[in-house]
Nanobody
Framework: QVQLVESGGGSVQAGGSLRLSCAVAWRYSRPDCMGWFRQAPGKERGGVAR????????DYADSVKGRFTVSQDNAKKTLYLQMNSLKPEDTAMYYC??????????????????WGQGTQVTVSA
């Protein structure tokens, strides 16, 4: 069984920070690739950050580069997204996702087989 549970969302003023967590429960081996995605009302879900879990190689959407950092704690089986200098346009439901085997891109939602339920982030001006 695979389960992803996000936490850490909330409401913050512009310029503030939040750290999202994604607890990943797996049975045999850790995911090869994990990502954070977000979806604002009326918009499509899009990639925010991606990490290859074995190399720790990361990739970010242009809109969050320099402000967001994705990291992992393998001992805790947890993925993080540190979000600094938040802007109102960052307001969205944030989802973590995982993939076993192969590769993945934050541009392709279909690359990820498992998804969490999401955590809401609201940034006020």
């Amino acid at each position: 069984q695979v389960q992803l549970v996000e936490s850490g969302g909330g409401s913050v003023q512009a310029g503030g920070s939040l750290r999202l967590s994604c607890a990943v429960a797996w049975r045999y081996s850790r995911p090869d690739c994990m990502g954070w995605f977000r979806q604002a009302p009326g918009k499509e879900r899009g990639g925010v950050a991606r990490i290859f879990t074995r190399s720790s190689n990361t990739d970010y959407a242009d809109s969050v580069k320099g402000r967001f950092t994705v990291s992992q704690d393998n001992a805790k089986k947890t993925l993080y997204l540190q979000m600094n200098s938040l802007k109102p346009e960052d307001t969205a439901m944030y989802y973590c996702a995982a993939r076993w085997g192969g590769t993945c891109s934050l541009l392709r939602l279909a690359d990820f087989s498992y998804w969490g339920q999401g955590t809401q982030v609201t940034v006020s001006a």
